[in-house]
């Protein structure tokens, strides 16, 4: 390999692996939260705009307390009302006499309101405390809007000027949002749907999520155990890191404790600092996955979600799991699923959810913390066993963020089969590099 060559390959090596640390989900390559503005009408000092945030996210949901948006005005706008959301401080607005808007910071950032506040203050979409669903859980509940009135502004498409510097915080960090661009204008129908109309401007801003910017270590483990061998692989100790850097930085506390018991310890804290029960993974949930029965045609596995915070309700949680077998998937006792399919073809990814009022809500911390579903798959006769750790999943999402995984040569093996196994994690790792690679080839 000449010079060249090997330079150009670097580059494609590093571009691969940058984009990787960025944002870049290889269960959902698409996924995006698009925040587009819609101005609806031009005011004597700037405009009125519609301000939508979609999810198209197909796992991963903004859960309570919601998410916050924040810009920099190009010049010197304020904000003199909104519908649907508050910005969360006001500001100098000591120059203005007369009306005083409600934000004159030069950097905004935006809130939604609780649901309830009067109808006078709502608009649609509004008011569900900053929660948005996952598209592919809920397409309806994945979008959140607000309206805002924008003055000392521009007045027409020629003047006005983008808002810069996005932020989205979704409660915690790990999104990033690039810049707005002026894309071709919204076109709406009227309530009757007689009649369309057309925003007079449109912009969007699209931010994507990156678990490595969220937090340095994983917020979830994995577990495996088998009908075939009795060893229970426990999750790997410190998964989600031991002592300051990790989930629980305060500590954590023994789940048969004084303290554990105590009222006053479900209480969440404002800043969402966890809670945890001491376990040697320190995570606040734990994913187990027990492969239970054998049939002749099928075969069963059992999946088991436990909460080891005691401050964290978790509302609309989602799991996502790959597996070679999850095409032939047959029945999903008490959990809701739906297949992902990333590269349009490739079935082997799936989302399990709660059921509405059953099991849609994992509880805190204790003994109702925990939810569980088996699975059953008709075997694929070409790829089919139970050796080599075939039976367990490959990767586990929880609320789109990936968990640790036990170390590849620990996995339960069936009795009298050598562990033959080379590490799969690592022959799959290198298979998704290489499909990147193409990926970038063709682009
Ligand atoms: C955001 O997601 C939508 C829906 O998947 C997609 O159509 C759009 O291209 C994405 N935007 C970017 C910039 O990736
Ligand atoms: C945008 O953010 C960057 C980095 O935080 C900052 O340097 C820059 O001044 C900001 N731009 C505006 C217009 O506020
Ligand atoms: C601005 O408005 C004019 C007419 O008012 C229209 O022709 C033009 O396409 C608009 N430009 C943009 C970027 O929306
Ligand atoms: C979780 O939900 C239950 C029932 O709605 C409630 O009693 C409890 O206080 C909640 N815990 C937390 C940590 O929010
Ligand atoms: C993917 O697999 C599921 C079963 O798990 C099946 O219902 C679905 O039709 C499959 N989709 C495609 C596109 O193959
Ligand atoms: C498993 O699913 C794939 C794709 O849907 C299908 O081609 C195959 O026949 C299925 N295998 C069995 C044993 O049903
Ligand atoms: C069960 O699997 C473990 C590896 O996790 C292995 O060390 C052990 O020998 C297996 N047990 C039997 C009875 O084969």
Request: one cysteine or more; aromatic letters at 12%; proline letters at 8%.
């Amino acid at each position: 390999m000449g010079l060249r060559d090997s330079a150009a390959l670097l580059a494609l090596v590093l571009a691969v692996t940058c984009s990787v640390a960025v944002a870049y989900d290889p269960l959902d390559p698409n996924g995006n939260i698009t925040i587009k503005w819609d101005v609806i009408s031009w005011t004597p000092d700037g405009y009125v705009a519609m301000v939508t945030m979609s999810n198209y996210q197909m796992y991963r949901h903004i859960m309570a307390p919601g998410w916050t948006v924040g810009w920099s005005w190009a010049k010197k706008e304020v904000i003199w009302s909104i519908v649907g959301a508050q910005a969360t401080e006001q500001g100098d607005c000591s120059k203005f006499k007369g009306g005083i808007p409600h934000c004159c910071k030069r950097t905004p950032a935006v809130v939604d309101l609780l649901p309830g506040v009067p109808y006078n203050q709502q608009i649609a979409n509004c008011c569900k405390a900053g929660v948005v669903s996952a598209y592919g859980q809920d397409p309806a509940g994945s979008v959140s809007a607000f309206q805002v009135s924008v003055g000392l502004a521009g007045t027409t498409n020629k003047t006005v000027k983008l808002p810069k510097n996005f932020t989205l915080m979704g409660p915690g960090p790990g999104y990033t949002c690039g810049p707005a661009k002026v894309v071709p204008s919204t076109v709406y129908f009227t309530p009757d749907r007689r009649r369309k109309t057309q925003a007079l401007m449109t912009w969007t801003v699209t931010c994507t999520y990156s678990q490595q910017l969220a937090s340095k270590y994983p917020s979830c483990c994995v577990s495996f155990s088998s009908f075939y061998n009795d060893t229970i692989v426990p999750c790997a100790r410190c998964s989600c890191g031991c002592g300051h850097g990790g989930h629980s930085p305060g500590g954590c506390i023994a789940g048969d404790s004084k303290r554990a018991l105590s009222p006053g310890v479900n209480t969440p804290r404002k800043d969402g600092q966890a809670l945890l029960q001491c376990t040697p993974h320190m995570c606040p949930i734990r994913v187990h996955w027990h492969v239970k029965l054998n049939y002749k045609d099928y075969w069963r596995a059992k999946i088991a979600i436990t909460n080891f915070n005691y401050r964290m309700n978790y509302t609309q949680w989602t799991l996502v799991a790959q597996h070679p077998n999850l095409d032939n998937i047959t029945e999903v006792f008490s959990f809701q699923y739906k297949p992902i399919l990333p590269y349009g073809t490739i079935n082997d990814t799936g989302m399990f959810y709660g059921l509405k009022f059953y099991n849609d809500l994992l509880m805190e911390a204790g003994p109702f913390g925990n939810v569980q579903s088996e699975v059953l798959m008709r075997k694929d006769a070409n790829t089919f066993t139970f050796s080599q750790g075939w039976a367990f999943p490959r990767k586990i999402y929880f609320n789109g963020d990936e968990c640790k995984m036990p170390p590849p040569d620990s996995y339960p093996y069936l009795p009298n089969a050598a562990p033959v196994a080379a590490p799969r994690s690592g022959m799959i790792a290198a298979a998704a590099s290489a499909f990147l690679l193409a990926l970038l080839l063709v682009a």
